[in-house]
Nanobody, 124 residues
Framework: QVQLVESGGGVVQAGGSLRLSCAASGRTLSTYAAGWFRQAPGKEREFVATINWSGGDTYLRDSVKGRFTISRDNAKNTVYLQMNSLLSEDTAVYYC?????????????????WGQGTQVTVSS
């Protein structure tokens, strides 16, 4: 099994940037598609971005397109979420997820492995 640990969250002013990292251990991440999801207080978990095993195919939710970028470095067993031009509505706990042999998905049910989450707070 693969274990995932997110880092890079914090408090940032609106318009600022953060880069989240998702480090994998236990297995090489190169055979897994990955995704980022987020959950704001009182709301359901929602899809943010996904990337296939090679990094050649990505997809993001409409509200973050042009502001967020998902990428991966398989040599470092790490997936990243670069977040620019942050808005107050981006405030949430962000979770990394992995899907073995998958192509990526916008649905949380398609991911078997999850990290513990990292808090992102955007102050206006």
């Amino acid at each position: 099994q693969v274990q995932l640990v997110e880092s890079g969250g914090g408090v940032v002013q609106a318009g600022g940037s953060l880069r989240l990292s998702c480090a994998a251990s236990g297995r090489t991440l190169s055979t897994y598609a990955a995704g980022w999801f987020r959950q704001a207080p009182g709301k359901e978990r929602e899809f943010v971005a996904t990337i296939n095993w090679s990094g050649g195919d990505t997809y993001l939710r409409d509200s973050v397109k042009g502001r967020f970028t998902i990428s991966r470095d398989n040599a470092k067993n790490t997936v990243y979420l670069q977040m620019n031009s942050l808005l107050s509505e981006d405030t949430a706990v962000y979770y990394c997820a992995a899907q073995r042999y998958g192509l990526g998905s916008i649905y949380s049910r398609d991911y078997a492995y999850w990290g513990q989450g990292t808090q992102v707070t955007v102050s206006s």
